[in-house]
């Protein structure tokens, strides 16, 4: 999965998140910039936020996180390895985003160690 592909993901799966993604972008190189950056610095924060929660946001989270691992793309899933499970596990609440975790994301966030 390319970049740009990975960034247009994440903007359909969040529509909420759009006017900041495109904020974001428009910063930087457009839909090419690196996932690594928009993912860490405009999807972390927004998800560390939801994961302290139990509600229907934070699954959605959940979820998109397991899903975008589960893709087998080895890009997709280095960014949600480094760019995601390890700046929240460096960042944040690890308890209560380890309960909201699931599946095969859940196991590699509560492997990691800080």
């Not at 999807?43 to 975008?68: G, H, K, M």
């Amino acid at each position: 999965m390319k970049p740009e592909e990975l960034n247009q993901k994440l903007v359909a799966a969040f529509p909420e998140l759009k006017d900041e993604i495109e904020a974001y972008l428009n910063q930087e190189e457009g839909l090419q910039t690196g996932s690594f950056l928009l993912f860490e610095d405009v999807f972390v924060p927004y998800a560390a936020e939801a994961l302290n929660e139990n509600n229907e946001l934070s699954t959605r989270v959940a979820q998109f996180i397991e899903d975008t691992h589960d893709t087998n793309d080895e890009y997709a899933q280095n960014v949600i390895v480094v760019g995601v499970l390890e700046n929240l596990k460096a960042n944040a609440a690890e308890e209560k985003i380890s309960s909201q975790l699931i599946g095969k994301t859940k196991e590699l966030f509560d492997s990691l160690e800080y």
